[in-house]
């Protein structure tokens, strides 16, 4: 079982680089945090980047929801990603056609492409969806994961979906290399798929919105998964990033030793 595998002894078993580079990254520092930082502000963004930087593997964005976005903040958000060694990761959600999502990964406003080491997908559109965005990434060695479930309350992505979305991931396993997840899946021959969930935080469990959090414990030592997400658990109204990524950095750490021990 992969899960009981270390996430270095996983990253062999990879042949997209990124997954492979991945994989060592979260050994190397110790962590399987990724901040969500939902923040309109570049330099709002950039600050906090830079204070949680040091506990996470994974900085996700969503780059459309930045005011005052220009190139400079992807130079310095790359920047900051070197300096404390994470990636990043542009929570796109796409979900149109093969054609149309090739242009929306390397072209317009933010050519995620240029930028993003792993994105996501819906995959109601079918096949074509991963195809397309295929084409743009593989040759950057960028790579995808592919949105199996969610974490709001009342989400249609179940059954029958989720089972065809790890179908799907199984047919382009050189650049689909794992999902977002509430759980993980039952292994065939031959995978190993990254595991990532958001919806994760240490007290609130609701958000009246449809969130519903989670304790990094149940996520990775009881559900299996990879990587916790947290957004408002760490920089929400009157927190200390940097202190509550610790925080997450340690819980996330040891439910996954707690994991890989049994
Ligand atoms: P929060 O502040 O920890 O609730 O932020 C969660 C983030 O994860 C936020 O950026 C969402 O867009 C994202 N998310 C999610 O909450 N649930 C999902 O199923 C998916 C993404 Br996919």
């Not at 990775?220 to 998964?225: A, L, N, T």
Request: charged content about 25%; aromatic content about 8%.
């Amino acid at each position: 079982m992969s899960a009981q595998k270390t996430y270095l002894e996983r990253s062999k078993l990879h042949s997209n680089p990124t997954a492979k580079a991945f994989l060592e990254l979260m050994e190397r520092k110790k962590s399987n945090l990724s901040l969500a930082a939902d923040l309109t502000s570049k330099a709002a963004l950039l600050e906090l980047a830079d204070k949680v930087g040091p506990y996470i593997c994974l900085l996700k964005t969503h780059i459309d929801v930045v005011d005052d976005f220009d190139q400079d903040l992807v130079t310095q958000l790359t920047a900051l990603a070197k300096k404390h060694d994470f990636m990043i990761f542009e929570d796109r959600k796409f979900a149109d056609i093969g054609n149309t999502v090739k242009l929306q990964y390397s072209s317009g406003v933010y050519k995620i492409a240029s930028w993003s080491d792993i994105t996501n997908a819906h995959t109601v559109p079918g096949e074509g969806i991963i195809q397309g965005l295929r084409e743009v990434g593989l040759p950057l060695n960028r790579c995808l994961l592919l949105l199996a479930e969610m974490s709001s309350a009342g989400t249609l992505a179940k059954g029958d979906y989720t089972n065809t979305t790890v179908e799907l991931a199984r047919k382009y396993k050189d650049f689909v290399v794992g999902f977002i997840a509430m759980r993980r899946y039952e292994d065939k021959e031959g995978d190993d798929f990254i595991y990532m969930t958001p919806g994760v935080g240490l007290d609130q469990t609701s958000d009246g919105l449809g969130q519903q959090w989670k304790h990094p414990r149940e996520v990775v030592y009881e559900r299996g998964c990879d990587v916790i997400i947290v957004g408002r658990g760490i920089y929400g109204k009157g927190k200390d990033p940097a202190h509550e990524a610790k925080k997450y950095q340690e819980a996330g750490w040891n439910a996954y030793l707690e994991r890989i021990s049994q």
